[in-house]
């Protein structure tokens, strides 16, 4: 591993090793491979514990870390960054079982939070990729949210977009904003975790978005996280955004904040014509989220 460089992969997985296997395929032809891949197993209960030790004994860089109970992607993650960072990498690059990368995904964004900080002095708290959905339009769940001067230093030579948050698909992470912001909320499960961490980091600077990393999310639709979409299917979901966002917007916006975002999701909610019933159980979330309180844990 060179000073200043070294990459730890990470990988949160549960019970989809079909869409694994892709990723780890991905993985393995990066032209700037990975120091470490560590694949945070959640208690998975299909083949997905037997590949993974196949995949050990195959390849040195690849570590199974397999937790005895399912704690989420959010847990998963937590447990991913706490041991890459614990064990010394400069960069960590967060992903999910259903994104495969191209082969020059990881290179961009270490060439691209490295080149912006050359050409800035400013660090990039963070450099996310262009996610798109199968038929390579752009999957609209990954979409990152720009701040509000994003283009500020974009150009042919220097092609980042300047983002306040982005999704745990693709994100690379330095070690300097993990040691000062900490690491992700585990207590989340699912949901808005990804969002509330990158926030944070960007409370240093804004991250940055490589437009040329590309990474392919195979989800069933190229669907966003929009309330009007509720029902029996997805509503769990839902429920853990919706606390986990009432929580984050408490914490940092206040009452107002609060407000605003019930107010937000009520009218999505009645533009989609959801059941009165879901309805209610999104509010009981929203007002389970005022009242919890998470712990953000730090290294050290």
């Known amino acids: 591993m060179s000073l200043g460089t070294s990459t730890a992969a990470v990988i ?19 032209s700037r491979m990975p120091d470490r891949i560590f694949v945070i197993d959640n208690a998975s ?20 870390v397999r937790l005895p109970k399912n704690i989420g992607g959010a ?51 963070f450099a996310c990729s262009a996610v798109k959905w199968t038929d390579r339009d752009l ?42 912001h900490g690491y992700p909320i585990k207590d989340y499960f699912i949901w808005y975790d990804d969002a509330e961490y990158t926030q944070r ?32 299917n997805n509503i769990w979901k839902f429920r853990y955004g ?10 940092k916006q206040g009452a107002l904040g609060v407000a605003m975002f019930v107010y937000g999701v009520w009218k999505q909610m009645r533009a989609g014509n959801v059941e009165r019933r879901h309805r209610i159980d999104i509010l009981r979330a929203i007002w389970k989220g005022v009242r919890f309180t998470p712990k953000i844990e730090y290294p050290g």
């Open 12 to 30: 949160v997985t549960f019970n989809r090793c079909g869409k694994l296997r892709l990723v780890m395929d991905a993985l393995l032809k990066q």
């Open 75 to 125: 847990g998963g993650f937590y447990e991913g960054t706490k041991i890459a960072y614990e064990e010394g990498y400069d960069y960590i690059w967060l992903s999910d079982d259903d994104a495969y990368p191209e082969p020059s995904a990881l290179e961009l964004l270490v060439h691209g939070i490295r080149d912006f900080q050359d050409k800035y002095s400013w660090r990039p708290s």
């Open 201 to 232: 980091l960007a409370q240093s600077y804004p991250g940055i978005y490589c437009p040329e990393s590309i990474v392919i999310h195979d989800v069933p639709e190229n669907k966003g996280v929009n309330y009007e979409l509720v029902n029996e």
């Open 139 to 180: 999957c609209e769940m990954n979409t990152p949210t720009p701040v509000w001067d994003w283009p500020r230093f974009y150009s042919a030579e220097t092609p980042y977009f300047l983002v306040g948050s982005c999704s745990f698909v693709s994100v690379l992470v330095p070690r300097w904003a993990v040691q000062t």
């Open 45 to 64: 209960t299909d083949e997905t514990a037997e590949y993974l030790q196949a995949m050990e004994q195959e390849h040195a860089l690849i570590q199974h």
């Open 242 to 251: 919706a606390r986990n966002e009432a929580s984050y917007r408490r914490r």
